[in-house]
């Protein structure tokens, strides 16, 4: 296949890579990875995929070693790149939430607010954003690199302050230190190199990967049911049924077996969370012959 019909796509190293490589499999790529291997091999000719850490992709999609990939939305600010944001994802049953970069202190610590950093020395993975953040308040401080225990280094008095990232605050809290304020708030997101985005195939094949793991995202907190119900009990059921637009209702093939009756064949797609909830009053309301059943992709 000519390069040109060649879509170089990169996938995240660390937290998001084991969950990324299976919303790529729901969404319809098979992508096998190494274990000493940073160069996967999926079952599409026209993708070409690399494994790299997420605090790098936003370089490599910039300079055009990527048409497109998935990253941390934090990684592109702290990169300071121009990148064409295709989607925004939440992972739903990933053990991430939106990752929050915070400014942290000791829990006696003086500093009650950004302006306090003045003279102070903070530590953070996220260097240049700070530092930018800081001279837009006109706030002079020093800000040095952490390669880690970040937490640690505020707690035994080793720096001020810290820009560290967070979920809960929960760890934060536990190693006694205290938050001053939210600098930045991240989720995993689809870019693409601003040139490969001008090239209609290309554009057209980071918009099929978009739509389909936003449909395989979509998904993944859902499930399908269906059930039979006999006509004169369908209101009851009905007004239990949440749905994405209106459930799907077909009539059953009449047979000696219905008594006479009219049965209904009713199908709709649920929060997997009110499944335990909802199928005991399904069965009150007359619903029989209910099935759940898992879906891999939500479209449109």
């Given at each position: 296949?000519?390069a040109?019909?060649?879509?170089?796509?990169?996938?995240?190293?660390?937290?998001?890579?084991?969950?990324?490589?299976?919303?790529?499999?729901?969404?319809?790529?098979r992508?096998?990875?190494?274990?000493?291997?940073?160069?996967?091999?999926?079952?599409?000719?026209?993708?070409?995929?690399?494994?790299?850490?997420?605090?790098?992709?936003?370089?490599?999609?910039?300079?055009?070693?990527?048409?497109?990939?998935?990253?941390?939305?934090?990684?592109?600010?702290?990169?300071?790149?121009?990148?064409?944001?295709?989607?925004?994802?939440?992972?739903?049953?990933?053990?991430?939430?939106?990752?929050?970069?915070?400014?942290?202190?000791?829990?006696?610590?003086?500093?009650?607010?950004l302006?306090?950093?003045?003279?102070?020395?903070?530590?953070?993975?996220?260097?240049?954003?700070?530092?930018?953040?800081?001279?837009?308040?006109?706030?002079?401080?020093?800000?040095?690199?952490?390669?880690?225990?970040?937490?640690?280094?505020?707690?035994?008095?080793?720096?001020?302050?810290?820009?560290?990232?967070?979920?809960?605050g929960?760890?934060?809290?536990?190693n006694?230190?205290?938050?001053?304020?939210?600098?930045?708030?991240?989720?995993?997101?689809?870019?693409?190199?601003?040139?490969?985005?001008?090239?209609?195939?290309?554009?057209?094949?980071?918009?099929?990967?978009?739509?389909l793991?936003?449909?395989?995202?979509?998904?993944?907190?859902?499930?399908?049911?269906?059930?039979?119900?006999?006509?004169?009990?369908?209101?009851?059921?009905?007004?239990?049924?949440?749905?994405i637009?209106?459930?799907?209702?077909?009539?059953?093939?009449?047979?000696?077996?219905?008594?006479?009756?009219?049965?209904?064949?009713?199908?709709?797609?649920?929060?997997?969370?009110?499944?335990?909830?909802l199928?005991?009053?399904?069965?009150?309301?007359?619903?029989?012959?209910?099935?759940?059943?898992?879906?891999?992709?939500?479209?449109?």
């Amino acid at each position: 296949m000519p390069a040109e019909k060649i879509l170089k796509f990169g996938i995240p190293k660390g937290s998001l890579e084991q969950q990324t490589l299976e919303l790529m499999r729901k969404s319809g790529w098979r992508i096998s990875v190494g274990s000493r291997s940073y160069i996967p091999s999926v079952d599409d000719a026209a993708l070409s995929c690399r494994i790299l850490r997420p605090q790098e992709m936003p370089r490599y999609i910039a300079d055009g070693s990527l048409d497109a990939g998935i990253t941390g939305s934090d990684w592109i600010v702290e990169n300071n790149v121009k990148l064409e944001q295709v989607e925004s994802f939440i992972y739903a049953k990933a053990t991430l939430t939106p990752s929050r970069w915070v400014l942290c202190v000791r829990e006696n610590s003086p500093i009650k607010r950004l302006e306090d950093l003045e003279g102070k020395r903070v530590a953070t993975e996220i260097v240049g954003f700070v530092k930018r953040i800081l001279a837009e308040r006109k706030i002079k401080a020093e800000v040095e690199f952490s390669w880690g225990a970040t937490e640690a280094k505020v707690a035994e008095g080793i720096i001020d302050a810290a820009v560290d990232v967070t979920e809960t605050g929960s760890s934060l809290r536990a190693n006694g230190l205290r938050i001053v304020e939210e600098l930045l708030v991240s989720n995993p997101v689809l870019v693409a190199n601003p040139t490969a985005w001008t090239d209609p195939w290309k554009q057209a094949k980071i918009r099929q990967l978009g739509v389909l793991i936003r449909g395989a995202l979509d998904a993944e907190s859902r499930v399908g049911i269906k059930m039979n119900v006999a006509k004169d009990n369908l209101e009851k059921v009905i007004a239990l049924l949440p749905s994405i637009t209106a459930p799907t209702i077909s009539h059953l093939y009449p047979s000696p077996a219905l008594k006479g009756r009219e049965w209904l064949a009713v199908e709709t797609v649920i929060d997997e969370h009110t499944v335990r909830e909802l199928f005991p009053r399904l069965l009150e309301a007359g619903a029989v012959g209910i099935v759940e059943f898992p879906l891999n992709k939500i479209i449109g």
